[in-house]
């Protein structure tokens, strides 16, 4: 029944912002934890943080100064602000939940891609 949609991504440049966002239906966001997940053009998926329902946050160590995950219960939305925008932040990027993790049943992502 839960069910993930993710979607903000897009070209854009270098050294600009953007905010990723997850919109989780199915659930109750205050009992479950989301997490962002990136896939780099010929790489594997790997971690990029997670939240849990009393909002605590975990970051790989790679995006801690750049990268902010927050939710908003309310609207059941867990987004994924990136700032400073870099190359190497070009990614299908993913969120997800620990038991889809287990179930390896994934989204379609959102693309971001980071060019000038």
């Known amino acids: 029944q839960l069910q993930l949609l993710e979607s903000g991504g897009g070209s854009v440049q270098p050294g600009g912002s953007v905010r990723l966002s997850c919109a989780v239906s199915?659930?109750?966001?205050?009992?479950?934890?989301v997490g962002w997940y990136r896939r780099p053009p010929g790489k594997q998926r790997g971690f990029v943080a997670d939240?849990?329902?009393?909002?605590?946050?975990t970051y790989e160590d790679s995006v801690k100064a750049r990268f902010t995950i927050s939710i908003n219960n309310a609207k059941n939305m867990v987004y994924l602000q990136i700032d400073n925008l870099k190359p190497e932040d070009t990614a299908l990027y993913y969120c997800?939940?620990?038991?889809?993790?287990?179930?390896?049943?994934w989204g379609q992502g959102t693309q971001l891609t980071v060019s000038s």
């Open positions: 997800n939940t620990p038991n889809g993790i287990s179930r390896d049943s």
């Open positions: 199915g659930a109750v966001l205050s009992f479950e934890t």
């Open positions: 939240i849990t329902g009393g909002g605590l946050t």
